[in-house]
């Protein structure tokens, strides 16, 4: 055995008080091959990219657990009725009415969950960035201005009760709207497409913000990605959106 010096246990002690104070490095996180047809994109930035407004630990659960489960829950659903994955997610979430009542509200709630987060994820991203061009222009004409909209924006989020979703629509046409969903529904389940939203569940908050959703309403504005806001809008008025 060999023998601990005391010069040794300095240089040993040393590393691990090093280590310990070293900054904790997040990987971006890859969902696992999914065991049926539906799969969830990479979050396309670490989880702790959108500290210190959204927290790394909050960003691991909700889409590590929460996301992933809305997922295998639809896999699940899929191995006996493969027709709910032969369509656009946004196709089938506008026809609901015709699924199989035993899985409607099964896929409603799954499927609705799947698609608003898909969407969440990519209108997020590291602090930055301003609505510009034919975002601004379009945030002017129809809602008032960046400010007014961004009040009238947080005030619907704090009223949806419970659990659900407050989204900005946008018509073919590019004009905009802000809309409040109950629980996974979409405005997809409507026809209407979503330009961005923002998850008012408290697992999107909760660990970071407690009961305060007014402060992490305030706080989504500093990661907004607004390129990828641009980027919808003009698939939006191409016809071309999808989820």
Not at 34 to 57: C, H, T
Not at 152 to 169: I, Q, Y
Request: with cysteine; charged share 20%.
């Amino acid at each position: 055995m060999p023998c601990l010096t005391r010069r040794t246990l300095i240089e040993a002690t040393a590393g691990i008080a090093v280590a310990a104070l070293a900054p904790r490095i997040v990987l971006a996180q890859t969902a696992p091959p999914p065991a049926g047809p539906f799969r969830q994109d990479p979050l396309p930035y670490a989880p702790n990219a959108l500290e210190p407004s959204i927290d790394a630990r909050t960003m691991e659960i909700h889409y590590g657990k929460h996301h992933a489960a809305y997922v295998a829950n639809l896999n699940a659903v899929a191995k006996d009725n493969p027709q709910i994955a032969q369509m656009p997610v946004e196709q089938v979430l506008a026809k609901l009415g015709e699924l199989p009542d035993a899985i409607r509200t099964n896929v409603r709630n799954n499927l609705g969950g799947h698609a608003n987060h898909s969407m969440f994820w990519q209108v997020m991203g590291p602090p930055g960035h301003r609505p510009e061009a034919e975002v601004a222009a379009a945030i002017e004409r129809d809602l008032g201005g960046l400010e007014k909209f961004q009040a009238d924006f947080d005030a619907a989020g704090l009223r949806v009760f419970g659990s659900g979703w407050v989204f900005v629509t946008v018509s073919r046409d590019g004009k905009l709207a802000i809309e409040t969903r109950p629980n996974q529904d979409s405005p997809l389940m409507d026809g209407k497409r979503a330009l961005f939203g923002n998850d008012v569940w408290e697992h999107a908050y909760y660990l970071q913000y407690q009961n305060r959703r007014a402060d992490y309403l305030k706080a989504w504005w500093n990661v907004v990605n607004w390129p990828k806001v641009a980027e919808r809008y003009a698939a939006a008025k191409a016809g071309a959106l999808g989820i």
